[in-house]
């Protein structure tokens, strides 16, 4: 029959329109993120030892870590930065740590407004992160 | 119950009531003066509703498109999102208005107030309710229709002002869309005027108070609601505005508020082509008795007004070459058609009849 796709086009519009929306009021509502979702970079200070191993495998050299020989020769971790405006969120580096010191986590509020708010301190990030909590 | 038809009927002609109420203020009720007073006080009425509807059509449209999509449209500002369209229009005022160089400025600017004036114009024939014509006009139909196609010199004078050849072929196109479908247009109604013997708009409406001339007009009113669409420059056939690809067809250089009188003029357009749909094929204000005149007038015209909208988000844009063939091919003869098939009915009726 002429026009019959018509017809069914508009029932289909019409029950989309009466049926549930899929919107999610973001800023209100928290959206449930898929689990693999890689969005944000966590540290463990006191796990991590200082092997370089993630700065080695970063694809982007987004990683700079210095460390200082402490009690009975052991490496101990001083400062670790990202750069995360070059960061790709591989996982390269988590997957490289021998101690799953460094996590990929699901943070996704990560936008600022200056450039140089792009390069991470991560301990002042696990230490900050451990307050609010 | 003597209480409620009595609350009933002065609800049902409480303009009419306040139109008397006026018209007492004056010595003799009926001077130049008082018809003077009442024309004013008219054109005021049809200037709000244009604006209001503007208003609130916008808004719905753009919930109407959120929904089909199973999004929930403008929800931020005030409650879930209905004072959206009042944030647009400030925006709108805020904007430099740019006039674009080697422009006819003369045309350039009149184009948006004749597209904006003009739904003032066409609504003012439309009976909103017993005896609440604006202007009672025995042309009605024929004015209403002679009205509505000035837009297309409007659209042409705004392609041509802008001084821009993207402006310029988009008013062509615009000005030949609208010269083929008006033709199937005034055919459709025809039909109805065969029947009633005549064009005033207020006769029509009383003759469909035992039956609503979509039954005796079916085709007519299809015919009337697709050319009507096409008419108003609405999807399915707004290819030449065609928000997704090209950029505003005739209103590319307007900026501000004479964009915002195109945009404003458009729904008021689709107001005043629902409201005559409403008028000649669904029995106008004639209703059922439990709800005043005017409140039926103005569910059936949004009634229209929302087929609109869903047809809008439903069907693809048409092709140009589909466009006129859909008009020259396929409304035309069937609308001629519809005449001739309403002649022979009107014919054996009176036969069988004996009138």
Redesign the interface.
Same mark, same amino acid.
């Given at each position: 029959m002429f026009g019959k796709g018509l017809l069914q086009g508009l029932g289909i519009t019409l029950k989309r329109m009466v049926g549930p929306n899929i919107t999610e009021f973001y800023p209100e509502q928290k959206p449930n993120l898929p689990i693999r979702v890689r969005s944000s970079m966590g540290l463990q200070k006191d796990k991590c030892i200082s092997c370089n191993m993630c700065a080695m495998a970063c694809p982007n050299g987004v990683i700079k870590l210095t460390s200082e020989k402490g009690e009975n020769n052991k490496k101990v971790l001083k400062s670790y930065h990202m750069d995360v405006g070059r960061c790709l969120f591989c996982g390269m580096c988590t997957e490289v740590c021998p101690t799953k010191a460094l996590t990929v986590t699901q943070e996704y509020e990560n936008a600022v407004y200056e450039p140089v708010d792009l390069k991470w301190d991560m301990i002042e990030r696990a230490e900050r992160k451990g307050k609010v909590e | 119950m003597e209480t409620i038809n009595n609350l009933m009927m002065t609800i049902n002609n409480l303009f009419l009531i306040i139109t008397a109420f006026i018209r007492s203020f004056f010595a003799d009720p009926h001077s130049l003066w008082a018809n003077l007073t009442m024309y004013v006080i008219n054109f005021i009425i049809v200037v709000v509703i244009i604006v209001l509807a503007a208003l609130i059509l916008i808004l719905l449209e753009r919930k =109407?498109a959120? %929904? #089909? *999509?199973?999004? *929930?449209g403008p929800?931020r500002l005030g409650p879930r999102g209905w004072f959206q369209t009042i944030a647009d229009a400030i925006k709108l005022l805020g904007k430099e208005d740019l006039t674009p160089a080697g422009a006819d400025k003369f045309m350039f600017k009149v184009a948006p107030m004749i597209i904006f004036s003009l739904p003032m114009l066409s609504l003012a024939v439309i009976p909103f309710g017993k005896g609440l014509a604006p202007i009672n006009l025995d042309l009605g139909i024929i004015y209403y229709l002679a009205i509505t196609s000035i837009s297309t010199v409007a659209f042409l004078m705004a392609g041509w002002g802008s001084n821009n050849k993207y402006a310029l072929i988009g008013g062509m196109r615009e000005v030949a869309q609208m010269i083929s479908y008006e033709i199937p247009l005034l055919f459709s109604v025809l039909g109805v005027v065969m029947i009633t013997q005549s064009f005033n708009l207020g006769v029509i409406v009383e003759a469909q108070s035992s039956i609503p001339f979509i039954v005796l007009q079916p085709l007519g009113f299809v015919i009337f609601i697709i050319a009507g669409m096409a008419e108003v420059n609405r999807a399915p056939f707004d290819l030449v505005e065609a928000d997704q690809e090209v950029v505003a067809g005739p209103f590319v250089e307007y900026t501000g508020l004479r964009w915002g009188l195109f945009f404003l003029g458009e729904y008021g357009n689709m107001t005043a082509m629902s409201a005559l749909a409403a008028t000649v094929f669904l029995g106008g204000w004639q209703g059922p008795g439990f709800l005043p005149g005017w409140i039926w007038f103005w569910m059936k015209a949004g009634i229209i007004i929302f087929f609109m909208m %869903? =047809?809008r988000? #439903?069907?693809p844009r048409i092709r140009i070459d589909h466009l006129m063939h859909f008009a020259w091919k396929v409304l035309l003869p069937l609308s001629i058609a519809n005449i001739f098939l309403t002649g022979l009915g009107i014919y054996i009726y009176r036969l069988v009849m004996g009138g």
């Open positions: - | =109407v959120g %929904w #089909t *999509s199973q999004r *929930s929800n %869903w =047809v988000w #439903t069907f």
